[in-house]
């Protein structure tokens, strides 16, 4: 093997977790990724954190508007008591909409192509068809990686710091040195196919995400376009014989039991034929790495963790690890950190955003009404099982040290369990989709879980459309970041706060 | 943390002064009962109102003021008059 060559970082994956990581510090980076693009992927709907927080630190914002992705102003829901749909908006109302209440659903083949030939506008060298085979480590730190070139020679690069965004299916985030630990609460398994001609919600609602309950899980359908859409039945792992043995007939099956969908697809056809004509089965176990970095690599998107589909959450955890990477990344090139100060940062930030997130999806589980089903039943939080308490406080652990209530698993499932009744009772305050009260958020924003969850989102977002801006430490004794939003600073010497 | 001041310097003329300016409006231009929604405040103009004021001392958060979005019931609610 030759002399491995140098860089600054390595990124190995392109897809939006990698692709986050540009090269507009003047440092060397290189991207490997053992596809070649556009590839297929699942993971449509989007959270306007990404569209306008980080594509547009990214500077790829425009090109993704120019897309024409069908726009989504929320979620809708077929969940809990209510028989009638009710919205989760991105707006607090229709008349503060503003100009960051909207995302985007997204043939994940384009944007994720368009996210990646941006990288290497920014003059990241994008490297495909290379699949990574392991971290290279010289005893104290690892300190690159050997991977295959299209030719089939092996090479090695070498560099300060290895960003492992290579997914769920790579075992490259053993490197880092922690192991993935399991939720046993989110345990699903999805299978999903492409349909045309489906219906759509009643405008403007008609680009939403419809999510809906049934007794044996739920289904997801996203209008990607006119006339196709998304379909995905999210199940009990426990039917992983039954899918395995015919796909289709399970998808099909579970439209059939879930009358709001089956009444959408009265008319479609699914598509049987190219890219989306595959019925595809993924395992949505819920999951996060005991560590997110070690010396000389960290790991971001579905390397790191991943949680559980039906709040739309993968892209937006993606390019979130993505860009608390880079912060960490310049700050440590820059000399202007101890890197345990700066991934410190990385990783609290980044357990925070998976912890709210994780106790956001089990109210919103635990919400629903099918008590008689194995499926719900599971998911009550009062059946979360003991393993499952500690699994979580090994996960936030260090995220959030002073707050008992989270680190404590007989303090946890109370407190679980009340950011249920608060999220039940504010979607019943709400009331349904398409009536006035269902069109002012308030309620739901207001309830704590929810709160949560905005807390970040909207900082990033705010951050896309206001350019620099201070922002106070989101976790007690930490960092904040620069005001261009690309490095890590010490909360005192952040410049005195400026008005966008 | 951030020292929150026991008096905080928020002022009826500074709190006007700062939705004008969010919302490039002239000086004296907003009326007590105007519905600063019709003039163009939105989520990030409101969130960022909410941080200067919380900068200055002030306990308020942006739900709160987007229910009555006007500069009497911001005074009312934030000034304690």
Not at chain 1, 308 to 327: K, M, Q
């Amino acid at each position: 093997m030759s002399v491995p060559e140098q860089f600054d970082v390595i990124v190995v994956g392109g897809g939006p977790a990698g692709s986050t990581l540009i090269a507009d510090q003047g440092h060397r980076v290189v991207l490997v990724d053992k596809q070649s693009f556009p590839r297929y992927q699942i993971g449509e709907s989007l959270l306007p954190a990404t569209v306008h927080g980080v594509c547009r630190l990214l500077g790829v914002e425009d090109e993704v508007r120019a897309a024409g992705f069908t726009v989504k102003r929320g979620g809708s829901f077929r969940w809990g008591t209510s028989p009638e749909p009710w919205n989760f908006l991105f707006a607090l109302s229709p008349e503060l909409s503003g100009p960051t209440s909207y995302a985007y659903q997204v043939d994940r083949m384009t944007f994720d192509h368009l996210l990646l030939k941006n990288a290497a506008r920014h003059g990241v060298d994008v490297r495909e068809e290379s699949p990574a085979l392991a971290a290279v480590t010289d005893g104290e730190r690892v300190s690159g990686i050997r991977y295959t070139d299209p030719g089939g020679r092996e090479r090695e690069l070498a560099a300060r710091w290895v960003v492992d965004a290579s997914g769920n299916g790579s075992r490259l985030h053993a490197a880092a040195g922690g192991r993935r630990q399991y939720s046993e609460f989110f345990q699903n398994l999805a299978v999903f196919g492409y349909f045309e001609g489906g219906g759509r919600l009643p405008a403007p609602d008609s680009g939403n995400i419809l999510c809906a309950a049934f007794d044996e899980g739920w289904l997801w359908y996203i209008p990607l376009s006119d006339t196709l859409t998304s379909v995905g039945a999210v199940l009990n792992r426990g039917q992983a014989a039954r899918i395995s043995a015919d796909r289709e007939r399970t998808l099909m099956e579970s439209i059939q039991r879930c009358a709001i969908v089956r009444d959408m697809l009265g008319g479609a056809v699914r598509v049987t034929e190219g890219t989306y004509g595959e019925i595809r089965v993924r395992k949505d176990y819920s999951y996060a790495d005991t560590r997110f970095w070690a010396p000389g690599i960290a790991l971001a998107g579905d390397a790191a963790c991943f949680i559980d589909p039906v709040f739309s959450t993968g892209v937006h955890l993606a390019t979130y690890g993505g860009l608390l990477a880079a912060r960490s990344v310049n700050s440590v090139l820059a000399g202007e950190l101890p890197e345990e100060r700066a991934f410190g940062e990385f990783e609290a930030r980044y357990r925070r955003e998976y912890a709210v997130f994780y106790e956001f999806l089990a109210a919103f589980y635990d919400m629903q009404q099918h008590e008689d089903s194995y499926f719900w039943k599971a998911r009550k939080v009062t059946n979360m099982r003991a393993g499952d308490m500690e699994a979580f406080t090994t996960l936030v652990a260090g995220a959030y040290s002073a707050e008992a209530a989270l680190v404590r698993p007989d303090t946890l499932a109370e407190r679980f369990s009340a950011s249920s009744a608060d999220l039940a009772g504010a979607v019943e305050r709400t009331g349904a989709a398409r009536t006035p009260s269902g069109e002012r958020m308030t309620e739901l924003f207001r309830a704590p879980v929810v709160a949560d969850v905005m807390t970040e989102m909207n900082q990033i977002q705010r951050r896309g459309v206001g350019g620099a801006i201070t922002e106070p430490p989101l976790i007690e004794g930490g960092l904040v970041p620069s005001p261009d939003g690309r490095r890590w600073i010490e909360p005192d010497t952040a410049p005195a706060a400026g008005t966008a | 943390m951030s020292e929150t001041s026991a008096t905080p310097d928020l002022t009826a003329e500074r709190l006007r002064a700062d939705v004008e300016r969010v919302l490039g409006e002239p000086a004296g231009s907003v009326g007590e009962d105007d519905n600063l929604l019709d003039l163009g405040m939105d989520s990030i103009r409101l969130m960022s109102l909410v941080e200067t004021w919380r900068k200055a001392g002030v306990e308020t958060d942006f739900m709160t003021l987007a229910e009555e979005p006007s500069v009497r019931a911001w005074s009312r609610l934030l000034l304690n008059d």
